[in-house]
């Protein structure tokens, strides 16, 4: 017979619950789904939060899958849209001359699911930095995916200055942002590290969602910013591919 925790499973049951809900859910909602009291539901929900496998929307007081979700299935090897898009990540690193990457995006935290780094003086290291939203061109493609409520609070907050090409002025972002939300495209030039620019594509789900980010970033040694905008068909078309593989 085989020999299983319960305490596990109902924890695993509740996160397979949040993850196919179409909306975040209550403690009531869980324990009810669950048949278990809510004392039980409220410390499974705990546990799950520890390890940020759940997270807590502060102002509904509900809760859904959180980062620490995201974080297990980027450290896995076997990632079906890792796997699909490695091809073309080597090619756009190869044609660019750069550094590739494919990142996700876990509630506001950028999640690198794979990278190819080419052997730089001034590459740098996605997977282990943490970039504003603002400083970075990922960053403003997730803005782009925020509908206009929570754009407009994020933009109404204090926005980080790493250097003096950073955009902080709310109206300008929001023009870069809306821009992104239209093409799918955003850049980064000196304005999170004056090394260094990036440039983003969007890759789609089938409702048009943006559902993960495919990034190139080069130091500006040797880029101009017209060089960079000039990218800007073939990393499209690199994302486009990406999309077509996993969808």
């Known amino acids: 017979m085989v020999q299983r925790i319960q305490s596990v499973e109902r924890a695993l049951a509740m996160l397979d619950i949040l ?10 909602e869980l ?9 039980t539901a409220w410390r499974l929900i705990n546990t799950l939060l520890e390890f940020e496998l759940v997270e807590k929307d502060d102002e509904s007081g509900r809760f859904m899958v959180g980062s620490g979700a995201f974080k297990l299935a980027a450290s896995t090897h076997t990632n079906v849209m890792s ?12 044609l660019f001359g750069a550094s590739a990457f494919l990142e996700i995006a ?7 699911l794979d990278q190819i780094r080419m ?3 001034e590459d740098v290291d996605l997977a282990g930095m943490q970039v504003p939203l603002n400083c970075g061109s990922v960053g403003k493609l997730y803005l782009a995916s925020l509908n206009d409520v929570e754009l407009e609070k994020y933009l109404s907050s204090k926005l980080e200055t790493l250097t003096q ?23 980064n030039y000196k304005e999170h590290s004056n ?53």
């Open 119 to 121: 052997d730089l003086p």
């Open 195 to 247: 090394e260094w620019c990036g440039i983003s594509a969007s890759i789609c789900a089938r409702d048009g969602r943006f559902i993960a980010y495919l990034n190139v970033t080069l130091p500006t040694a040797n880029t101009t910013s017209e060089q960079l905008v000039s990218f800007t068909p073939a990393l499209i078309s690199a994302a486009a591919e990406i999309t077509a593989l996993i969808a």
């Open 19 to 28: 993850a196919k809900s179409s909306r975040p859910q209550t403690i009531p």
């Open 31 to 39: 324990a009810k789904t669950m048949d278990i009291n809510r004392a």
């Open 83 to 94: 796997r699909k898009a490695r091809p073309v990540l080597e090619r756009i690193s190869n």
């Open 106 to 112: 876990a509630r506001g935290e950028l999640i690198v």
């Open 165 to 187: 090409h950073t955009i902080t002025d709310p109206d300008e972002l929001r023009t870069q942002v809306l821009q992104a939300r239209i093409s799918g495209v955003a850049y």
